[in-house]
């Protein structure tokens, strides 16, 4: 359980609400960063959408050291996650609030890699919430099996989490160099210094979430229409993940594969990516 005290969970969150669009937008960054991974597409996005933008309990901007509970969070699912989102919008009324004006009372959430996966749960468990899903480079298993490719095998995945638990902060630049377009060092310089920011052991453990857990399950259960966002060379999420998505989500779910290399197209390719929001969503930027 994670204790607040008097701040409220939008407040520990670092919760903001910008933009002056009729529609609502959530965007949820993944594993190591913040809310500021978003800094290049806002612009384009404030004239059309009222946004959303926040940090997870396990960032490196989050002050408050109670707000990740290592036992809530260490379940290798992210359910938990997906709890503390609805409880966050449910808090802040955010749809009901900025979406007073459009004639839909639920949001675009667009996902970033782990937040890809927790915007599928919590759809499933509140359809009422998001009118579509934008999964960028998500993934809902990284772990190879017979029948299924997620771009990693258990042992690569365990030396992974052994190198994080023993030689963090190392691990941090290498994985943010490797995770990024080489042609573009002030990107991964930026993520590699939020990743660092993270405490260790909470690394760790969202870390052992994130490659350990298995939410293939939860796709077929998705009935919020999905776009997938995929970069053509994504160490951590290959193309087939994405298509593997595309196969299992019961809604309609489409595509969209961008031409550069990386899992951080809204660092390393931001207009590009804004382009295949614009065409997805239907605005003009």
Sequence with gaps: MVVLGKKSL???MNARVIGSG???MILAHGYGGDQSVWDKLIPYLTNHFTLLVFDWPFSGAIKDPNLFDLENYSN???DAFADVLINLLDEIKF???SSSSSSSSSSVFVGHSMSGMIGCIASVKRPDLFNRLIL???SPRYINTEDYEGGLNKSEVDNIIETIGTNFYDWAEKFASLAMDAKDPPSADKFAQSLQRMRPEIALSVAKTVFYCDEREVLEKVVTPCTIVQTN???VAPNSVAYYM???IKADATVEIIDTFGHFPHLTAHLQLIQVLS???GFQY
């Design 246 to 248: 595309q196969a299992k």
């Design 76 to 78: 290798l699912s992210y």
């Design 233 to 235: 060379s994504d160490i």
């Design 10 to 12: 939008s407040e520990s």
């Design 279 to 281: 065409r997805v969503l």
């Design 95 to 97: 749809n009901s609030s």
């Design 22 to 24: 009729t529609e609502s």
């Design 136 to 138: 960028v480079a998500a």
